[in-house]
């Protein structure tokens, strides 16, 4: 079975990061080239990379860190490697894989057993650290994956929204091995057009032909029934079940509602540290994103974007949340945890 070049957007080569750029995929393959931390950082935060693969940039980026201070003495070491670690938090505040990813990261090392080592021996504490947390997302994936894949009946068509990374990719796999036949419709999924983009090629490659909608055509497309299932992965859900996701996400669960259509979110796990919606804050993006489509204008002069990156759908449209523990109610998935 292929791996979609998304699967795999984020490699070392000798002693920078490589980091796929999601904005040009994939009509253009390149490559953006992060020799520290604070590239990675800003790489994350204009968009090179995107759903999951800001993960698997912060963990390179804590290796990096880590290498940046293998000359300094017990502390201020791990001094250095928690600041980077903060400032990777600080690029996308919504999505909790990036601060989960540098938590496991200094927990493992600077601020559990190697608090008082030295830079040197930091080094490969931290690439061991990043390398099993890397591991178990997506092996937390595959598991996700085969618990969404039983939801899917064979031949059912399968609305998506935004680009659901390695959550997707590892449905699509167990659906295959379960020998199902499905078919895709995906909303472009304004104003990076991930779903036009990312979720459709990656979809192609794996031997699809997804059918793209535009984000204003939801509604219209599950009352036609073009699609007779909606699933989304999640960015974050709360332990009382409110899915934060791609802004659009709230429509799609309308949509589906309305037309009587199961509506699925995909997480790895709810977040423990958000018990509430209130506890999550929705990052919001330069209005200016909005203006433009893969960088050229498209909006009139003078006019002003508003950009929530995210939004929130409550636990009354949700049918189902599906975790790398199996399936729950919106009111019971703080068993996930």
Known sequence: MSTPLLDDSVRFAGDVVEILDRRVYPFEIRWVRCATSEDVAVAIETMVTQSSGPLFA???GMVLAARE????PPGAA????????????ATRPTNNHIRDAVRAVLDATADGPLARASGADLVPAV???AADHDAAYRAHSAALGAHAAALLPDGARVLTHCWADAYLIGTVRAAQQAGKRLEFVCTETRPYLQGARLTAATLVEMGYRPTLITDGMVAAALVDGLADVALVAADRVTLDGHVVNKVGTLGVALAARHAGVPFYAMVSAPDPLAPTAADVVIEH????EVLHVLGARSAAEGVTGYYPAFDTTPPHLVTRIVTARGV???EDVKEAV
């Not at 201070?69 to 300094?72: L, S, W």
């Not at 791990?78 to 938090?89: D, K, M, P, Q, Y």
């Not at 993006?285 to 200016?288: F, L, Q, Y």
């Open 328 to 330: 729950f109610h919106p």
């Open 78 to 89: 791990a001094a250095r490697l928690r600041a980077a670690g903060e400032r990777l938090v």
């Open 69 to 72: 201070a293998r000359h300094e």
């Open 285 to 288: 993006r330069d209005g200016d």
């Open 58 to 60: 912060t963990t390179a």
């Open 127 to 129: 690439e061991a650290a």
